[in-house]
């Protein structure tokens, strides 16, 4: 196939964009991308690319913008039930953390998921995937941790296999049987911890099919969650056994989680909100790629983002997620994400867009196959509906997707 008459042709070529590189965009004008057998074969100039291959399938993108799809680096796209009712205490002055407490928060996400068949999971899941697909997201991070015991979280992680192979949009999973103190361990966090490490990881490691790469471990370093020390210990074992890491660092409170982070050479650290400076500082001369999840402050109503500048000045590779949960961001949209990023973290639209790319790509540990318009690489772009790149960012609220094209194929097109 040969999508052919592009306004604007994002690449984003040229791999993972640290500190203040980020927004190189290698934008062409009138071009075209020729796709073969779900791969990425060429890039260039349209006029030229029609004569070469006349006889190619073709789709006009009619003068407007053609990019990679995005790549959403952190969702918890799997649970059951909502927590609309939380929404509202929260408008009532309770706090986050406050109803996390009080046994409700992640804790109520877990009583429902708990008594959830796998079907109903699936069932439930499926609908937030086709609408991150329509919004332009064609590659996304899903964790477990609404189980926090063995039997639920594996359960998790046979519904986010089976969601993987039904669905056109590619999963990246993770175990996150980190992301609250079980209710059975509410007075011990320490025995929970070391239930972890002795007993989940292990067999998470067991079940897991041989033919799949390890999912991601992941860990809500938080007051209220675990410490430092109890995050240490399930991260070293996680690497122990093989997994690749990734933290919740600072949503709240600075408790040196991304700093732990780097030190483990995990892959990214999520959320960064309340880093201190020397930590921002260690995280941008690794390689462990800094997550903001702009959505999140936005479900919560707070005021604090994610410190971009500070982290690009610090050198480090700054991705962008929505953090799709029903608790603090049930949003399935990369879009949105941008525009909060562009008016709260500061960025352009096109560090955001590089952000929610060729970063994000990085965050998962897939840029050698995702995130950027490049030969060789899969076939995952989007036609929008807009003439040019800055639109993405500058509107909010619908949709700017008209096309979504995943391994070569299109698996979505609005009507508009
Ligand atoms: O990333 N902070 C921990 N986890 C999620 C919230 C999950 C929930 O509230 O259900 C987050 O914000
Ligand atoms: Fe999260």
Redesign the pocket.
Known sequence: MLIHSASQLITLAGGPQRGHQLGQLGLLSNAAILIQGGKIVAVGDSDQLLAEHPDEPALDAGNRVVMPGFVDP?T?LI?AGD?AEEFEMRLEGKT?LEILAAGG??LS?VNATRQASLDTLIGESRPRMQSMLEHGTTTAEAKT??GLETETELRMLEALLALDEQSPLQLAITFLGA?AIAPEYKDDPQSYTDHICKDMLPAVRDWWPENQELPFVDV?C?TGAFDLTQSRQILARAAELGFPLKI?AD?FDNLGGAALAAELGAVSAD?LVATSHKDIKTLGKSDTVAVG?PG?PFGLAEEHYTPAKAILDAGGILALAT?L?????WCENMQFAIALACRYMGLTPAQAIAAATINAAAAIDLDDQVGSLEPGKQADLLVLNTPSYQHLGYRFGTNLVDTVIKKGEVVYQSHA
């Open positions: 952190h918890h649970w927590r986050y928060g992640i996400t941790g609404y992301h809500f938080e919740h949503e959320h999840l999140t953090d949960n029903p608790g603090t961001a």
